[in-house]
């Protein structure tokens, strides 16, 4: 009983800074992001993916025990 009395205080007070500020700063963010990461920009970053798989697997076959470090490189 509790826990859920915590629960919805949280979802309100949440909902409510939400609902503020931060809602113009939200929407700011999601604007610059989308003109980032749309479907046209997105294209440009196919030869820096392509360029990065291949490293990626040229180093796992280098050292094949050590494929964790070229993973989080």
């Known amino acids: 009983m509790i826990l859920m009395e915590?629960?919805?205080?949280?979802?309100?007070?949440?909902?409510?800074?939400c609902t503020t500020d931060d809602e113009?700063?939200?929407?700011r963010m999601r604007r610059v992001?989308?003109?980032?990461l749309n479907?046209?920009?997105v294209?440009?970053?196919h030869p820096l993916h392509a360029k990065e798989a291949v490293r990626l697997i040229d180093g796992?076959?280098?050292?094949?025990?050590?494929?964790?470090v070229e993973v989080f490189r």
């Open 6 to 17: 915590c629960n919805e205080t949280c979802v309100e007070s949440l909902h409510l800074r």
């Open 24 to 27: 113009h700063s939200f929407r």
């Open 33 to 36: 992001s989308h003109e980032a």
């Open 39 to 41: 479907k046209t920009s």
């Open 43 to 45: 294209a440009e970053f």
């Open 60 to 68: 796992i076959l280098q050292n094949p025990t050590k494929w964790d």
